[in-house]
Each structure stands twice: as C-alpha cells, then as structure tokens.
C-alpha cells in the first residue's frame, strides 16, 4: 500500500520538474520568434539610405526613417534629460529617510505611478502641456515620457543606495564632509553602477512606447529638430505606418521595427557590461 | 601636570526615551591613551560618539550636557569643524572602496574640494602611511584600489585617513575587533606611536586590550561612568565593586 | 609585543641592581668581620633600607606586569621567577644586616685561632661567589653556572656541620673565646642559609629558563 503512494509520488515529482523545464524553454520562444521574423521581413529594407532620408510621399520609391530616429533620439534625450536628475535625488532622499512621512508618501505615490497606464499619462500630458501651449509639441512627449522613467529610476536608486553598508557614509561623515559632498562624491560614486543600470533600464522601457506620444509629440513627416513642435519618433512611425493601406509604408514600418529592436537588445547589453565594469567591490 | 583636552561635564544621551548615557563627567589629557572598556550596551560607544558629534547623525538621538576641547564647547561649533579635529576610526575598516590607496589617505582633502598642490599631496600620502608603518608595504601599489589590502592594512590605511587630517584627537571604536591577532599587535604598536602626537580614545570590548595599551581606563556600566583613574590602578586594585567583577569576569 | 618586552627589560635591570645590592652588602659585611671595622658595618645597616624599598618596588612592578600584560610562557616563568628571587636576596640582605649588627655589638675583634679552626672565612668567600655566580648566571640567562651553584653548597653545609664539634674542642683548650665562639656559630648558621637562599635562586633561574623544576629534589642536580 505504502509503496503504490511512494512511486506515484516519484512519478509525479519527475513530472513536475519536467513541466518546468519545459515551460522555461517556452519563455524563450516568444522572443526567438519575434527576432526570426522581424528579422526576416526588415533586414531587406535596411541600408545607409534608409537611415538618412525621410519617408517619400506614396507611391515614390525609396525613403527612410530619418526623422522617426532623429525624433527619437532627441526625444528620449530630453526625457532622461527631466527625469534622471530628479529621480536619482529622490531616491537618494529615500535611502536616507527610511521612515517619515514624506518618504512613505513619496514611496507610496512613485510605486502607484508605475502602474499608471501608458496612454492615460499620455492623456494627463495633452491637458497640461498640449492644450495650455496651444500644440503638440516634442516637449510635451518628453515629459509624458519622463514621468513613465521616474518609478523605475527612484526604485532603483533607493534599492542601490539601501544596499551599501552604512560604515561608507560614516566615514565620509567623521572626515568632516558636507551632505552633499558625502552623496555626491562618495555614495553615487560607489552605487554608481546599479544607479546606472536602472538609468538605462528606464531608457529601454521608454524607447518603446507609443500610447503617450500619440496625443503629445503626434508625428511629423519632415525632418525637425524643434522641441516646441510636433516630431516623429519610430513607435509613432511603426503604429502609423503599419496600419496604412500601403505597402512602402508597410516596409518602412518593417524596417524602423528592426531598428528599434536592435536599439532595444543593444540598451539591455550595455547595461550589462557597463554595469559588470563600473561595479564597485565593496 | 597634564593639560586636558577633552571635558565633559554632567553628559547625556538618549535614543529617543532610551537614556543611554547618563551624566558624565570626565577630564581627557592630552597625549595620552584613554581606554573606554564596559559590558555591551553600556553606553560607551554612544558617548564616543558623541565626543565628534556622530552621534546626532542617527534620528532621534539627543543629547545634553557640556562636552569641549580645549575648553571650547564642541555642541557650539558647526560639526564639520569639529570633526576636522576629532578623526574617528570605525570598527570594520572601511577605505572607500572606488578610491586607490593614495586618493583614500588625501580623501579627507580631495573628498571636501580642499585644492592642494601635487607635492603637498605627495607629503602628506608619505607621511601619513609612515606614521603608521604601511609605508614600506605599498609605496609601490599606491595606485590600486584599498579594498585590495589585508584586514589589517585597510584598517592601518584608515588610521592614516584619519591622520592625515592633522587632528587633536583620534576617537577608536573597537578598531581592532574585526582583525586578526597579528593585525591587532601591528595596530596596538600604532596606538603607542601615535600618543606623541594624538590624544586617543578608545572603545574596546577587550579587557586585555585596555590593560596593555591604555594610560587611564574609563569604566562604564549601564550608561555610568563608574570608574575612571589610571590603568594601572583599574586593574590592580580597582576601587568600584562593579569594576571588580567586570574585570576578573564574575558578573551580578 | 614591544611594550611588555620593554617592561621585562626594566624589571631585569631592577633585579640586577638589587643583586648587585645584596651583593655589597654581604662583601663590605665580610670586610668589616674580617677588619674588625665597626663604621663600615653601620654603613651595611643603614643600607638596609634601600634593599627593603628595592624588594617592595620590584614587587610591585611584578604586580603591574601581570595586572597589565596577562604574560605567558616564558615571560610568565621569568615573572614567577624573580617574584622569588627578589624574597630571595632581601633575605640574604636582612642576614648581612645581621652579620653587621653582631660585628657593631661585639667587644673585641675575633682571634685569630678560632677564626682558623672554624673555616669560617673560606665559607664566606664561597658564600658571597654563589651568589655573584647566580647573578652572572641570570644576566647572562647562563643555566650550567646556575647549576654549578649546587655543588658549591656542599662546602657550606660541610663548615656548618662540622662546627659544633670543632667549637667544641677547641673550647676545651681555650675556654676565654666562649663569647666569640657564639658569635661564630650564629653567623656560620647565618652564611649557612645563604648558602641555601643563592642555591634557591639558582633553581628559579633553571625554571625560568628551561622550565625544570629543581626544587625539592635531591638527586640528579648535575
């Protein structure tokens, strides 16, 4: 009787661990797929050509994503531009003050803020930036941007900055250091490599996004580089492009999608090094 | 007669309600090595803390009572200046671990946005390592990081931080806890070496310590000062009951 | 450690002196019995005091040592050591104080037959180089000397057991040198356990440096 249980037993825990496995290798076939056939369709499209021209009118021939990358470029730059400066002083607020009003509320509002949807901040945005400036503007993407970085880099600020022995401070402090001399030129310094690493996490998560950007920076079909007026970046190009009636435009989607990918898996990477190298043996 | 340095009068501090330091009154020469020695949770480290304001870094801590050097009250000064006379040396050696060897031992200078000269630099790297003989040890590997040194060194490479402020005083706390026994002799050889200069405080758990290193002994025991007087005397014939048991290991 | 080295360094330098001390003190007690030379053994009185103020300081730095340095090994035997040579040599500098006092109190100097047939100078002699011996012995941390002091004992113990009978024959024919007579044999009873204080020393000296102890046995002291 004891001995049916046991193998039943055995039998099942085998089972488990195979269901395991098995489901850990499915992970990876989402994305296997996505890189096969994003691959596949944009790797045809792309040439020098491409990366310096902006789209041709339908049904002209050539054309490329010019201003959709410069958009984004300069989009993002301005984003981080907003939100890194606040969110690492936050977090650094936050490793300090572990308990205290401020901090929990702070806490409480910054972890909510993740959570908020993509379009609704993009919604928010339109009626604080968009509607008041009387237009769209790359502006007003940068901010609705900036306020979807700030959860990710203040979290991980404080996570990075909780974690270095509390003696490192001391021994700023006994040498007779300023405050802001202890954060800036000893606690940074030595987190500087996670700190850097939810910095560029928060890139990757934005280069992405499209829902915001849809009723603040809109898209534009020419080339521009000025943050008061509407810009093109690639998701808005992508979103637009791939649901068009044509097929020029299809490829173009294709192509910027191959782009914005290799964008995407090159952020991850360098993260990686960047943090491994800049890592500080406590 | 010796000139004092460090006073304390009618001293106390508290964590919030807990009232760990109770009345204090102490007279510290100077050029001698004080030990601080007491049962955990005395409050011996809590008062060397707040000898160079360290204490007050923790929230809710609060203290009261009169504290100078050199009869200037400390609690009047701004903190920076007093911690610009009164080095302190922690428990785990704690160089900063993105700085090399030379930039820890000018930290103090480099670290404030204090400009010096590079020969000025120099000086001050050689000299502060000589004094506590790691000099001959990395002259030539003062361009790595410090956390690549032994327990011992790193600590040794503290003291040298600490000194190459040119402080009054050099407050320890529990400095040699964390070491090997050789380390230890290496930093207990220091401590002798260092009183021509310094006046030092020290807070040890290790009785033995106190005995072969000190001048005077305090003794602490649920936040008092029960006896203070020379080493010698402490732990020959101590006047205190409680300091008796304490020291020949018999407690209640 | 460098700070209880130089310590034990004091402290034998210390022991040194009081040897050196005690040593005179025996010598010029010697010189004023064998001169009949009452200020020099008032000069051996006086110093007293100093062999006393000696003894009680070297005690007390043992105390501070131990107190201080918890010393083990050979530090600790070198402590215990002369912890009880120190008793030791106060000891023999009470008795050369007592020799003095006998020299300031007699009447008239010894004669010069009784002074023969006791042997009590050549026992001196032996007596003040045992000790010199032992003091060479721990400066120089010298154990073969310290055991040579053993057998030298024999020649002390040898004068102190024949006296009685020597004494008394000789007070058969001469029965005038009674008085001195007892003077003698006070002080070769004397000379006799400073015979037996160097050969203690000498053993604290073997247990300190070779961690044999000596005491209490009577076989095998070579």
């Known amino acids: 009787m004891r001995t049916d249980n046991i193998q039943y037993r055995i039998g099942k825990s085998k089972g488990f661990k195979i269901l395991t496995f098995v489901l850990a290798f499915a992970c990876m076939i989402p994305l296997a797929a996505i890189l096969f056939f994003i691959i596949k369709a944009g790797i045809t499209r792309i040439n020098f050509h491409f990366l310096v021209n902006i789209p041709r009118p339908v049904g002209e021939k050539g054309g490329g994503i010019a201003n959709a990358l410069l958009g984004s470029v300069i989009i993002i730059a301005l984003a981080s531009f907003i939100a890194i400066p606040i969110g690492i002083l936050a977090g650094v607020y936050l490793s300090e003050n572990k308990k205290g009003r401020l901090a929990y509320w702070c806490r409480l509002s910054v972890d909510i803020l993740q959570g908020i949807p993509s379009i609704v901040i993009g919604i928010i945005a339109y009626f604080w930036l968009v509607k008041p400036l009387g237009g769209f503007s790359a502006f007003s993407g940068s901010v609705a941007l900036a306020i979807m970085m700030l959860p990710v880099i203040v979290r991980s600020t404080e996570e990075t900055l909780k974690m270095l022995p509390p003696s490192l401070k001391e021994a700023a402090f006994a040498l007779g250091m300023p405050f802001h001399r202890v954060i800036f030129k000893v606690i940074i310094p030595v987190g500087i490599s996670g700190i850097l690493s939810g910095v560029m996490l928060s890139i990757a998560r934005i280069t992405g996004e499209t829902a915001p950007l849809l009723f603040t920076a809109f898209g534009n079909p020419y080339l521009s580089a000025d943050v008061t007026a509407p810009m093109q970046s690639l998701p808005l190009l992508i979103f637009n492009y791939a649901t068009s009636p044509y097929n020029d435009w299809h490829d173009l989607a294709w192509g910027a999608s191959l782009i914005l990918l290799i964008w995407v898996l090159f952020l991850n990477v360098f993260t990686k090094l960047i943090s491994a190298r800049w890592k500080v043996q406590l | ?252 | 450690m460098a700070q209880l080295e130089t310590e034990l360094q004091l402290l034998k330098r210390e022991a040194v002196n009081m040897w050196t001390l005690v040593n005179s003190q025996l010598s010029k007690a010697r010189l004023a019995f064998l001169h009949f030379d009452k200020d020099l053994a008032r000069e051996v009185v006086l110093k007293e005091k100093r062999v006393n103020g000696s003894e009680l300081k070297i005690d007390r730095d043992c105390e501070n040592i131990f107190a201080l340095f918890c010393p083990v090994a050979i530090d600790l035997r070198f402590l215990l050591a002369v912890l009880k040579i120190n008793s030791n040599l106060e000891r023999i500098g009470d008795i050369a104080e007592g020799i003095a006092r006998y020299i300031i109190d007699a009447e008239a100097p010894f004669a010069k037959e009784l002074l023969e047939t006791s042997r009590i100078l050549p026992m001196y002699d032996e007596a003040v180089k045992m000790l010199e011996d032992t003091q060479a012995a721990f400066e120089k941390e010298d154990t073969i000397l310290a055991r040579s002091v053993f057998k030298r004992d024999d020649l002390l113990d040898e004068v102190n057991r024949n006296i009685n009978k020597v004494l008394e024959n000789h007070l058969e024919g001469q029965p005038e040198h009674t008085a001195q007579a007892l003077w003698i044999l006070s002080i070769i009873r004397k000379l006799e356990r400073v015979g037996d204080q160097s050969k203690n020393i000498a053993e604290e000296i073997i247990f300190y440096l070779e961690a044999k102890v000596l005491k209490h046995k009577h076989v095998d002291k070579k």
């Open chain 2, 1 to 252: 007669m010796e000139s004092t340095i460090i006073k304390s009068r009618k001293f106390n501090a508290s964590f919030g309600a807990n009232h760990v330091v109770k009345n204090v009154n102490i007279d510290i020469p100077r050029n001698n090595v004080i030990a601080v020695m007491g049962p955990s949770g005395c409050g011996k480290t809590t008062y060397l803390r707040c000898i160079n304001r360290m204490h007050e870094l923790i929230p809710d801590a609060t203290c009261n009572g009169t504290m100078s050097i050199n009869d200037e009250d400390i609690y009047k000064m701004h903190p920076i200046f007093v911690r610009l006379k009164i080095g302190m040396v922690f428990q785990r050696p704690n160089p900063f671990p993105n700085l090399s060897i030379y930039d820890n031992v000018i930290a103090g200078y480099k670290l404030n946005g204090i400009k010096l000269a590079k020969a000025e630099k120099d000086r001050i790297v050689e000299h502060s390592l000589t004094k506590v003989a790691l000099w001959n040890e990395v002259k030539d590997s003062l361009l790595k990081k410090g956390t690549f040194l032994s327990g011992g060194q790193q600590q040794r490479l503290c003291i040298a931080r600490a000194v190459a402020m040119e402080p009054e005083v050099l407050l320890f706390d529990e400095p040699t806890s964390a070491l090997d026994p050789i380390s230890t002799a290496t930093v207990e050889e220091l401590f002798h070496e260092l009183k021509a200069n310094y006046t030092l405080i020290i807070v040890t758990h290790n009785m033995q310590q106190a005995a072969r290193v000190s001048d005077r002994t305090a003794f602490f025991y649920m936040g008092e000062l029960v006896e203070y007087d020379l080493t010698k005397n402490v732990f020959t014939n101590p006047k205190d009951n409680r300091t008796q048991n304490y020291i020949t290991g018999r407690f209640s």
